[in-house]
């Protein structure tokens, strides 16, 4: 497939890049490096060589996230932001944006936001996690009431926002002491994501902007295989939770899931399954995995062919409003 979408790409800049050493091996760092800070050579090489005609790009973890100064939070974002700003304007057909945000101060998230899709025309927003705040032990997550006028905001521009990873704190989760071969994408990773966005579900964000959509990657990060489950239990006893419908309603309604970095047949027709193809959007999660993995097996695998046009394609074109 020739004319591919992808949607968790990342990159860095000189102030975040050094966030992502701590996911690579020592004689892998300078590779990972160059291409996190590539724009213009091997990442659209790699795209034409492997079939990708627009990748929406963000910037990597934790990054603005991780920043407990509001004050700074707010800085590297807009610098982030223009930086890329100015190679979607080089390459406009090839490049796509989600916007950074300073997550830390909701309104100025709110002004900056609104700032990238009006201004900038990027296509909505990615949030590493949890962000930090004031210290680097206070950490907040956005289904707290300090962020309801900024959902709203959010909402009204009707762009959607990628959940992504992002380690929790040692100081938070003790199960990984000396354990570190489980934390980042083997396992925590996908354990605080899926945490962080079940919080939102059944906190009732869809039900106060039923229209908003939010996405997750790897194949939604263990949700799909857990739903069944997770609404089981909850009927049994809902212990005050405040949403109005079942977990299962809002994954096939206000989420949409990615094939980033999650390469296998099997979990893709488990997803399609669960949550229809309708819904589900092919990524890389350059450069982080290869275009090579990727598109090889995508492109490959049993599949009809009209939806590997969805997932390759389709869908990220009707959500995004693509032309």
């Known amino acids: 497939m020739k004319d591919k979408i992808a949607l968790e790409e990342h990159f860095a800049i000189d102030l975040t890049i050094a966030d992502s050493q701590v996911y690579a091996r020592p004689e892998m760092w300078t590779h990972l490096r160059s291409n996190l800070l590539d724009f213009e050579n091997q990442r659209l090489d790699q795209m034409d060589q492997w079939g990708t005609e627009l990748s929406i790009l963000s910037l990597n973890s934790p990054a603005v996230q991780s920043i407990p100064d509001v004050g700074r939070a707010i800085d590297v974002a807009r610098h982030a932001n223009d930086i890329l700003a100015e190679q979607i304007q080089r390459h406009p057909t090839r490049f796509g944006g989600f916007a950074a945000l300073p997550m830390q101060d909701p309104e100025a998230a709110a002004r900056e936001l609104e700032r990238c899709v009006a ?14 705040v004031g210290d680097e032990q206070t950490v907040v997550y956005y289904d707290a009431p ?7 905001h959010a909402a009204a521009l009707g762009k959607p926002f990628y959940m992504h990873p992002r380690d929790p704190l040692a100081s938070r989760e003790p199960i990984y002491d000396d354990r570190p071969w489980l934390t980042g994408p083997t396992w925590a990773f996908a354990v605080e994501t899926a945490a962080h966005a079940l919080r939102l579900m059944s906190g009732g964000l869809f039900d106060r902007h039923p229209a908003l ?5 790897h194949f939604g990060e263990g949700i799909p295989f857990n739903v069944w489950r997770i609404d089981h239990i909850l009927r049994k006893g809902r212990r005050g939770m405040p949403c109005e419908r079942e977990i299962g309603n809002y994954l096939r309604e206000n989420v949409y899931i990615t094939t980033s970095g999650n390469f296998r047949t099997p979990t893709l027709l488990s997803t399609m399954l669960e949550v229809g ?4 959007m092919y990524s890389v999660d350059y450069p982080f ?6 598109a090889g097996w ?7 062919e009209n939806d590997r046009r969805k997932i390759g394609r389709d869908n990220a074109r009707r959500l995004f409003g693509l032309k």
């Open 289 to 294: 995995e290869k275009h090579e993995d990727a």
């Open 298 to 304: 995508f492109d490959r695998c049993e599949i009809s």
């Open 119 to 132: 201004e900038l025309g990027f296509h909505g927003f990615l949030v590493n996690g949890f962000s930090q």
């Open 146 to 152: 300090q962020f309801n006028d900024f959902w709203a």
């Open 277 to 280: 193809s309708d819904r589900i």
């Open 213 to 217: 959509q939010m996405i997750l990657g």
